[in-house]
């Protein structure tokens, strides 16, 4: 990694720029394992490291942002010299002095992926697509995926901080396609998190196969989903796809600055029922959107974001932070030090409430038991969104029934948020890759078990 005088020295000749409200290096370095294996074989083994350097220098409400893989001095003071180039006049500089801050939370990796076999890893990934395959006759193709990465990165601010921050995530996916005839369903499992290879002493890798088999080849028998409007039950094992989609990114800064969002303006006003209180909290150990400084540098915190249904925080970087005369929430990210940072999601959760689970199920005669959702789409606008819905159930005398396929689910975030009427005391999570402006960082998202009175169900008509 690059030694302190050269970061204080590329800091201040950017900052030197007439007009510059501020500026920050991003130094990152990373090695990546990744390993699939489909019909017993290793389809793919792919091994990398990557090292760079991203400067960005903010004025005037506006980013300018350079990147390099050539870790020199030259290089850095290049950098510097095209993003200040612009501003014509300088500024003097006092000598800048870079404080190390320290982080909010730390994180222990038990076990380095690193440290472990490469025969090994591929082992595990074999024995659980095999064990997968021979679940059901049905099954046509099973793909088990391994990903491990390790990212050490260095921020340094023209505030006077140097954060430093070593990352590493281990996911384990598998997807099974069953069929039938003509009738074709798919079995998916991930997991992982912010964690080393301890991920298969928590999480065994045979059970998580085996679920997604029983999942593909239970759908096959699964009824047509009928159509129309229903109350829905969506179980704390459906993780937080609708909490993520339907209101977080509305809940993102930028979105809310620029007119994006559809909860543009609205702090301090009752969005939700007074049932629901939304986290984003980066704090959580082991979590897939967990860290110890996000990349601007600003330590790891937990948001409350709307508390007894009111609006009272939004998710900002530094960007918008200086917009709206607020402060970072740590909420700055970017995919690589190719990117820019923006505000995006971390962990983000409704909280749990105080019903049991169970007895939200029991207190709905009929409707959508929603145990596993699928993609989905989100107007941040509007607030509208379609969901699939990939593992549900009819609700029949207050029990989950038989299963259905082919369910989506439609309707407003902000308009669900207030008609929510049961919150569960437990809480699941779910994991991803969340997708802005043609970058993806890890996130994960989490709810309780929840009850929404009335939804459009599209299915059979």
Do not use: W
Not at 95 to 113: G, H, M, N, Q
């Amino acid at each position: 990694m690059i030694d302190t005088g050269l970061m204080k020295e590329t800091l201040e000749a950017l900052i030197s720029a007439k007009g510059s409200d501020y500026a920050d290096l991003y130094i990152e370095s990373s090695r990546s394992t990744s390993i699939q294996i489909e019909d017993s074989k290793v389809e793919k083994l792919l091994e990398g490291t990557d090292s760079g350097a991203g400067l960005r220098l903010i004025r005037a409400g506006k980013t300018s942002y350079a990147y390099t893989n050539e870790l020199t001095k030259n290089a850095f003071l290049d950098m510097a010299s095209g993003l200040k180039a612009a501003s014509g006049e300088q500024k003097p500089v006092k000598d800048l002095d870079l404080t190390r801050r320290a982080p909010s939370v730390e994180y222990a990796i038990k076990i380095d992926p690193s440290l472990v076999p490469l025969e090994k890893k591929v082992s595990i990934l074999k024995e659980a697509e095999k064990a997968a395959r021979a679940y059901h006759s049905s099954i046509k193709q099973v793909s088990v995926t391994y990903k491990e990465l390790a990212q050490k990165v260095r921020i340094a601010s023209s505030e006077g901080f140097l954060a430093s921050d070593d990352r590493i995530q281990t996911i384990f996916l598998v997807n099974v396609i069953a069929r039938e005839g003509d009738v074709v369903q798919t079995g998916y499992e991930p997991i992982g998190g912010a964690m080393g290879f301890e991920l298969f002493d928590e999480v065994s890798a045979l059970e998580t196969a085996l679920k997604a088999a029983k999942k593909a080849v239970m759908m096959l028998k699964a009824r047509r989903a009928p159509g129309g409007r229903m109350p829905v039950v969506i179980s704390s094992e459906a993780g937080g796809t609708m909490v993520h989609e339907a209101v977080g990114h509305g809940l993102e800064a930028d979105l809310s600055q620029q007119g994006l969002s559809i909860y543009s303006g609205k702090m301090g006003q009752k969005i939700a029922a007074d049932i629901i209180n939304v986290i984003d909290d980066a704090t959580i150990p082991g979590k897939r959107g967990s860290f110890r400084f996000d990349d601007e540098g600003t330590p790891a915190q937990k948001t409350m974001l709307i508390k007894d249904g009111i609006l009272t925080g939004f998710m900002y970087d530094r960007l918008s932070a200086l917009k709206a005369g607020a402060t970072p929430t740590g909420n700055g990210r970017r995919q690589s030090y190719r990117h820019r940072p923006i505000p995006r999601m971390t962990n983000t959760m409704i909280a749990p409430g105080k019903t049991p689970a169970e007895e939200i199920l029991k207190n709905t005669p009929k409707g959508l038991f929603v145990k596993k959702m699928g993609g989905g789409q989100v107007n941040t606008l509007t607030g509208d969104f379609v969901f699939d819905v990939q593992e549900g159930y009819l609700i029949e005398n207050g029990q989950a029934g038989a299963p259905v396929r082919g369910a989506t689910l439609a309707g407003n975030g902000p308009r669900v948020l207030m008609e929510i009427d049961m919150v569960g005391s437990d809480l699941g999570f779910s994991i991803g890759t969340c997708g802005k402006d043609a970058q993806g960082v890890p996130v994960s998202d989490a709810q309780p078990t929840i009850r929404v009175p009335e939804l459009v169900i599209g299915g059979e008509s």
